[in-house]
């Protein structure tokens, strides 16, 4: 996460980038985005709260979070996986949409699509279907941007350009994402063998 950190503070500060994509739901990258305009955690501590059980409740992923909102305030945050936690921070950005009068709003299609996709997801146990579902986000996002300097942080099985990801037939994301827009697309892994079990990505 420092590396993640120090990569993406030299592209903002240095080459004006402002867009990050990131291995989070639709409504997840939304909350984040309401979260850094805002003076408390509370938004933070709400979607924090919602990952209980999965890899990123822990105390490094939030304070990497902090971090960025310290350094790079203007960060805009696109999360392009499943949604995970559709149950929770899913619905809940689907409530916000509908009390605040969008619920023929793009971001309530999107949003709705995307829970979808989680419910399928876990109802299926499909990995194929969760990376085909990720590109298709990525390039949505991706899409619809003017300036298209963007960086992204996802894990090893998904940025992989010479194996498949585990579980699954289809070829990774970053593969391809390459097919698609060719040699713009570069992966770096930052892995450090060292510092955690040699048998993961």
């Known amino acids: ?35 850094m305009k805002e003076d408390d955690d509370r938004i933070l501590d709400f979607i924090y709260d919602n990952l209980k059980g999965t890899l990123a409740h822990n105390p490094y992923y939030k304070k990497h979070l902090k971090k960025i909102k310290e350094n790079c305030p203007e960060t805009i945050f696109h999360g ?13 950005y ?12 793009y971001e309530y299609k999107i949003c709705k699509e995307n829970n979808n996709q989680g419910f399928k997801f876990y109802m299926e146990n499909d990995d194929d279907y969760r990376e085909n579902m990720m590109v298709k986000n990525f390039v949505r996002e991706y899409e619809k941007l ?20 585990p579980n699954s037939n289809a070829p990774p994301m970053a593969i391809q994402l390459k097919e698609k827009y060719g040699d713009i697309i570069y992966t770096e892994n930052l892995y450090d063998p060292n510092s955690l079990d040699s048998n993961r990505n």
Do not use: C, P
């Open 80 to 92: 392009t996986d499943v949604d995970h936690q559709y149950m929770t921070t899913g619905n809940a």
């Open 1 to 35: 996460m420092d590396k993640e950190l120090e990569i993406w503070s030299d592209y903002y500060k240095n080459y004006g980038f402002r867009h990050l994509f990131i291995e989070d739901s639709y409504a997840g990258a939304a909350f984040l985005n309401m979260w």
């Open 94 to 105: 689907l409530r916000y949409l509908r009390d605040n009068g969008k619920l023929d709003s």
């Open 146 to 165: 003017d300036d298209k300097r963007i960086m992204g942080i996802y894990g090893g099985y998904h940025l992989g350009l010479n194996q498949k990801a």
